[in-house]
């Protein structure tokens, strides 16, 4: 039996549907019905199991209003001790039996539970792993956060439920063919109660939805919230800004409470109906049982059992509302779920290259038909611009990165609800649908930026992530080890982990942390300075070593003594492979084999440092700060 969420492996939209989906090896999100049944075929065994132990665990509750029947009219009526005891044996049996399988079906649905809260953990991680910075294009943080936990939490609810409500419906159709056997009036009464209760709460179940899924929105829209606040709180209580986006939360929080409680007044009104109505049927089944003995129809022991019945059903029935319940609210999460997880790749594939065309692409030269801009393989070469925004465009392209700064709108239903809640949702997937569509026609074209003659476009995604990297100030420190940050693969040497250290001047890092390389490092980077996580970021590229390496503004939260030392170490380290540093310190760019200089997006100049402050005048207001003809070097 499966302890834990089974291996997911790479899925892609050109993933046949077939053989692949009905393995269970790729999520179907093609709609949210067909997604939690891929949920459930995904661990059958568990499912199966979690059926079977809840159905023996009502056992007890089933039969022994029956057995206590039938002891009663053949035993203590006629006064046949023999068979008391048989009766009273048989009802120690199912006893015995129904304590045992609580405990088999506790453990079950326990397991199934967290094989799909942690499975759900597993396929958003290999998700957003694989998607990269596609990914938060096309879902919010905040929504992906809340896919990964609540979402999971209630498709791991919903395997528990859906095993119950099985072994109940089984319970209560077992029962019904009993009570058919002593009276076929009352057994009718039992068999249609059911479709008649589910059928009055299902005119509850639709505002119910709606409710709901307003509250998961604006869940996810707070913690998208949070998740802002608690990245830039040092910025904002630099600028005194921590009580303005505080009050925001608070706003925010105040509308998912009201949120939640409209969904509470559903629930409870479901929940209060199902109450209302299954007692009801208690009552009718008792007067007509009465009714039944005094026509000399029933026996007493007979009477007794349809009591008992009486009282049992209420169970079953209270389960169906439950599951009525849940499986609505996991409908809603698998909603979301799909959102996430049924994201398309824009990639096209592209066939592999062998180890010498990658040697052959790793020596050549890299253009950029937009901009001009042309690295000559093996040098430095810096990039200055005037508006960052245009070098930062240059650095997407270089690494084939899709342009920043489009996504998906988030959530603004503000107190929307019914049509117009459902009018955003529609209106919102049409621009996911949009955005993906422009993605892939952008990732399918051909790329502009060539390196040794291939266009970036033509070679395989994974191909091109080896080949070029592109750090830059986005980039995020994790939680771990001082050697984890910077050889998270694992595949350095002591000497030359400490080399790009060195080349980063970030030995500050290594001795403030206690136990060096096993030095912990918080979440974030958060015990470090801006300037400490900006050179581990950096020290972190260095150490990757990739022929062809893109820095953007790889200085610009340190002082300029720190500056001045990386300017110094960073040709050396470099010293042989492509280099390209979008920045416009001059310390940097004193040491610039070869600077470009970017004016609307287009390299308008080229020279050294020196050359390019003699001769242009925008690189001097760029660089020098509008300095005259006065050349500073």
């Known amino acids: 039996m499966r302890d834990f969420p089974p291996t997911v492996t790479a899925w892609t939209d050109d993933t046949p549907t077939g053989a692949d ?22 661990q059958t065994d568990l499912v199966l199991a979690g059926c079977l132990g809840s159905l023996l665990w009502l056992l007890p509750t089933a039969l022994t209003p029956w057995v206590l029947g039938r002891a009663i009219d053949e035993g203590i009526v006629p006064g046949d001790q023999r068979q008391v005891l048989l009766w009273c044996g048989m009802l120690l049996l199912i006893t015995v039996v129904g304590a045992a399988s609580g405990v088999f079906y506790h453990t079950v649905v326990v397991r199934s539970w967290l094989v799909a809260a942690y499975g759900q953990t597993r396929l958003v991680t290999h998700k957003a792993v694989g998607l990269g910075h596609v990914l938060p294009r096309r879902a919010p943080t905040g929504e992906v956060l809340s896919v990964n936990g609540s979402d999971g939490e209630q498709l791991g609810e919903f395997i528990e439920v859906f095993s119950r409500l099985i072994g109940n419906v089984v319970a209560y159709a077992l029962v019904a063919l009993i009570v058919l056997q002593i009276s076929v009036p009352l057994g009718s009464v039992v068999l249609l109660v059911a479709p008649v209760l589910v059928l009055a709460s299902g005119a509850l179940l ?28 040092r910025i904002l209580r630099g600028i005194g800004g921590e009580r303005i986006f505080g009050d925001n939360y608070a706003r925010q929080s105040q509308r998912v409470r009201r949120s939640g409680v409209q969904a509470g007044r559903w629930g409870a009104l479901v929940e209060a109906v199902g109450v209302l109505l299954s007692g009801l049927f208690v009552v009718a089944l008792m007067v007509m049982g009465v009714e039944q003995v005094r026509a000399g129809r029933l026996q007493i022991g007979e009477l007794v ?15 169906v509302f439950e599951s009525a319940q849940k499986i609505t609210r996991s409908v809603v999460s698998a909603r979301t779920t799909i959102g996430v997880l049924g994201t398309g790749d824009p990639w096209p594939r592209r066939p592999d290259v062998g180890a010498g065309e990658l040697t052959r692409l790793a020596a050549g030269e890299l253009v950029d038909s937009v901009s001009g801009l042309r690295v000559r393989p093996g040098l430095l070469t810096m990039v200055v611009s005037a508006e960052p925004d245009e070098s930062a465009a240059l650095a997407d392209r270089l690494g084939r990165y899709l342009p920043s700064g489009e996504s998906v709108p988030g959530v ?26 422009r993605d892939t026609e952008r990732a399918d074209a051909p790329w502009g930026v060539c390196l040794a003659g291939t266009d970036l476009g033509d070679l395989p995604l994974s191909r091109v992530r080896e080949l070029v990297l592109v750090s830059d100030t986005a980039a995020h420190v994790f939680a771990g080890t001082l050697q984890d940050a910077v050889d998270p693969s694992g595949r350095l040497t002591r000497e030359e982990a400490e080399a ?15 136990g060096g390389w096993q030095g912990v490092l918080d979440e974030r980077g958060r015990g470090l300075s801006g300037g400490q996580r900006q050179r581990l970021v950096l020290t972190r590229a260095l150490a990757a070593d990739p022929p062809v390496l893109v820095l953007v503004e790889p200085t610009s939260a340190v002082d300029a003594h720190t500056e001045s030392r990386i300017a110094r170490r960073l040709p050396e380290h470099r010293r042989g492979r492509t280099t390209v540093v979008m920045t416009a310190s001059p310390l940097m760019l004193h040491h610039a084999d070869e600077i470009a200089l970017l004016e609307g997006g287009t390299v308008v100049a080229t020279g050294t440092h020196e050359e390019l402050a003699a001769s242009h005048r925008g690189y001097r207001d760029t660089v020098l700060r509008g300095a005259d003809e006065e050349v500073r070097t």
């Open 412 to 437: 603004e239903d503000d107190e929307a609800s019914g049509r117009v809640a459902r009018r955003a949702a529609r209106a919102r997937s049409r621009a996911r649908a949009e955005l993906e569509r």
């Open 305 to 319: 059992t349809f009591l008992g019945y009486a009282i049992f059903l209420v169970q079953p029935i209270r389960v």
């Open 206 to 233: 639709r505002p119910l939805t709606s409710a709901q899924t307003q509250e998961r929105s604006r869940t996810s829209e707070l913690t998208s919230m949070a998740t802002d606040i608690v990245a830039g709180l």
């Open 500 to 514: 790009a250290l060195v080349a980063a001047a970030a030995e500050d890092v290594f001795d403030i942390l206690p």
């Open 21 to 42: 989906r009905r393995t269970g090896d790729v999520p179907d999100t093609r709609s949210p019905a067909r997604f939690l049944w891929w949920l459930l075929r995904r």
